[in-house]
């Protein structure tokens, strides 16, 4: 098993900045991809960025360009800096790690999620 814990989240005004980090710890062997997903309520969990093992990313269009998703493979832990925060980015953030079983499948595992509110 692969524990996921998240922390950095909070209140914040719009335009503001925050940072997530997220530790994996447990049987982190062969874990690839990271990445972070957010779900506001009402609304599906949605990707927010994920990044690869050799730092290869991809964002959700709502956010280029103001967050940017790291990753310190020796410290298994995947970061997310969040800047020019909207009220919209407010939600319920959560991590993501993937460890490939086949060609096309894989294992996810999850983190407790962190809440993220932008509001003033």
């Known amino acids: 098993q692969v524990q996921l814990v998240e922390s950095g989240g909070g209140l914040v005004q719009p335009g503001g900045s925050l940072r997530l980090s997220c530790a994996a710890s447990?049987?982190?062997?062969?874990?690839?991809?990271m990445g972070w997903y957010r779900q506001a309520p009402g609304k599906q969990r949605e990707l927010v960025a994920r990044i690869t093992p050799g730092g290869i990313t991809n964002y959700a269009d709502s956010v280029k360009g103001r967050f940017t998703i790291s990753r310190d493979n020796d410290k298994n832990t995947v970061y997310l800096q969040m800047n020019s925060l909207k009220p919209e980015d407010t939600a319920n953030y959560y991590c993501?790690?993937?460890?490939?079983?086949?060609?096309?499948?894989?294992?996810?595992?999850w983190g407790q999620g962190t809440q993220v509110t932008v509001s003033s």
């Open positions: 993501n790690a993937r460890r490939p079983k086949t060609v096309i499948t894989w294992t996810d595992y």
């Open positions: 447990g049987s982190i062997f062969r874990i690839s991809d």
